[in-house]
Every structure is written in structure tokens, then in C-alpha cells.
């Protein structure tokens, strides 16, 4: 059973360019949810979406947009990058149930932004 | 405004040494979540253990133990005998039950270093 994958794994980009990082949840999961973790610190909530929906944001500016396909699969696209978007960004599955489970988390895409 | 503070950035332990990890938390809600996630060098967040708010009762799963004390508001998490395997990042978070998503707060995290 494939857990959370991530890709691309690494990526560089350039200050001002856009990227689009993808996530497929784990089988069963239909919930995805989208994390910016800074080096050194506490992974940060980016956004959730459930039925190809967004269904919960945190505090991230607009150049932060994202979509589910119908398969459940996500993607993040951070536009007009700045310095301070280099981080590890980490997808999280999980199932909509009666009853609140647990994430899965992918290992990350690591963004360096030059 | 919902908050996970873990005030010990970095411990570093012997072998077979006992450790603590210390959470406390803020929300206003009444029904909430509690977490901690293990993040080894390869990046992604392992589940250790969740526990909602209307479950004080302590847990123990071979070397980890867990201490959940409302009237403090802490989630401690004890590793038994440490192994140099347990050296990682470790992550308590909070996620409450009154929202329209299932949203993860982290703590920022203590490092956790075991030499042999």
C-alpha cells in the first residue's frame, strides 16, 4: 500500500518564477492537506481540501493557491516567489470520517528559491 | 487562539537514558486533538499517537509513554531506554474539533539526540 507521495523531491527556482508541487494521498485518504515547514521549525498549515473543494485555509497569502483532482490528488502552486518561500513542503492525507483520524504525511518537497 | 509550545529545542541523552518531552497547549475549544508526529533526517512526519480531549487516561506503547493532563494543559511524551534509533525531530500538535477542516498546529519542535 503506497503511503503519501511527493514530487518532484528537491526543486530550485528562481525569485519571481512560479511552481506547482504535487501530492498523491494515500490509498482510502480523501482529504488533503498542505504544510510549509521553515528550516528549524514547526511545520506551518498552508490549506485543506476535501471533494475538490477548499475547505480550510491558514494564514497564507493569495500567491498560495491550490486544487484536488477527482482522484483525490493535489496540487500547490505558489506564484511570484520570494526568497522566503524556501522551505520543506509537506502533504498530508487522511479519510473524512465520523470520527478524527490521524494524518499521513509524504517526505516533502524541498523548495530552495535563488 | 490555539497554540503548542515545547520550550526544550534540543536534548541530547545516553543510551538507555529515560527522556521527556514537554507540550503545552492553548485553545479555547472543548474538544480537541493532540498529536505528536516523529520527523526522522528523511523529512517526513511519523504518527506516534493522538488522543482527543475527553481521554485523560495515560498510554504506553513499549518504550513511549504518554502523560495528558488537562488541568496543566501538557501532553508530555516519555521515550524508556533510549535508543540511538529515537535521534529525531519530534512535533506535539493540536487540531480542534470546532473548525471547518481538520488543520494540524505544530509546535516548533525538540530535537532529540542519543549517543551510544
Known amino acids: 500500500d503506497a503511503g503519501v507521495t511527493q514530487s518532484p523531491t528537491h526543486l530550485i527556482k528562481t525569485r519571481g518564477q512560479q511552481v506547482t508541487l504535487r501530492c498523491s494521498p494515500k490509498s482510502g485518504h480523501d482529504t488533503v492537506s498542505w504544510y510549509q515547514q521553515a528550516l528549524g521549525q514547526g511545520p506551518q498549515f498552508i490549506f485543506q481540501?476535501?471533494?475538490?473543494?477548499?475547505?480550510q485555509r491558514g494564514n497564507f497569502p493569495d500567491r498560495f493557491s491550490g486544487h484536488q483532482f477527482p482522484n483525490y490528488s493535489s496540487e500547490l502552486n505558489v506564484n511570484a516567489l520570494l526568497l522566503g518561500d524556501s522551505a520543506l513542503y509537506l502533504c498530508?492525507?487522511?479519510?473524512?470520517?465520523?470520527?478524527?483520524?490521524?494524518?499521513?504525511f509524504g517526505q516533502g518537497t524541498r523548495l530552495t528559491v535563488v | 487562539a490555539q497554540k503548542v509550545t515545547q520550550a526544550q529545542t534540543e536534548i541530547s541523552v545516553v543510551e538507555k537514558e529515560d527522556v521527556t518531552l514537554d507540550c503545552v497547549y492553548e485553545t479555547r475549544d472543548t474538544t480537541y486533538y493532540l498529536f505528536w508526529y516523529k520527523q526522522p533526517p528523511s523529512g517526513e512526519l511519523v504518527f506516534l499517537i493522538r488522543r482527543n480531549s475527553f481521554d485523560e487516561q495515560n498510554e504506553i506503547s513499549g518504550r513511549y509513554s504518554w502523560n495528558f493532563q488537562k488541568s496543566t494543559s501538557s501532553f508530555n511524551f516519555t521515550i524508556t531506554a533510549s535508543q540511538v534509533v529515537d535521534s529525531a525531530v519530534y512535533f506535539c500538535?493540536?487540531?480542534?474539533?470546532?473548525?471547518?477542516?481538520?488543520?494540524?498546529?505544530f509546535g516548533k519542535g525538540t530535537t532529540l539526540s542519543v549517543s551510544s
Open positions: 500538535a493540536l487540531s480542534e474539533a470546532n473548525q471547518a477542516g481538520t488543520a494540524l498546529i
Open positions: 481540501y476535501y471533494e475538490e473543494e477548499e475547505r
Open positions: 498530508a492525507s487522511s479519510p473524512e470520517q465520523g470520527e478524527y483520524t490521524e494524518a499521513f
